[in-house]
């Protein structure tokens, strides 16, 4: 309950922000179509059309994200799975390791150095 408060307050600061700076984007149509799976998303803030869209059939180890065509293409993550998800910079699960938490929001990994540089990841669900 307090993880939907937070999330709903979250979505709530990031439309007035959108808002006032007059930056118009897709994120709130787009994270209703996340529900129960893990989007990831080529601008930050959630922009962009999704990349792809980790469901429950999609779950799994992907070694190398060229095969799927979004290698060193993610910005921003929206996890709302109930798991916690792993990314690494580097194919065949090398490199630095970004863990987020189940119904984590990332609006932007290049804080924590990640953005445009994921190249493997492990869903679960």
Do not use: H
Not at 108 to 115: Q, S, W
């Amino acid at each position: 309950m307090i993880k939907n408060i937070r999330r709903v307050v979250m979505a709530l600061a990031v439309a007035l922000t959108m808002t006032v700076s007059m930056f118009v984007s897709a994120a709130p149509a787009q994270a209703a179509s996340c529900s129960g799976a893990v989007c990831m998303f080529p601008d930050i803030n959630s922009g962009g059309s999704v990349i792809l869209r980790g469901a429950w059939n999609v779950c799994g180890y992907y070694n190398n994200l060229t095969a799927q065509n979004f290698n060193d293409k993610i910005s921003s993550i929206d996890n709302w799975a109930g798991y916690g998800q792993s990314f690494w910079k580097d194919a065949d699960a090398k490199g630095g390791l970004l863990t987020i938490k189940s119904y984590e929001y990332m609006p932007t990994l290049v804080p924590l150095g990640f953005n445009d540089v994921i190249s493997s990841v492990i869903w679960t669900g």
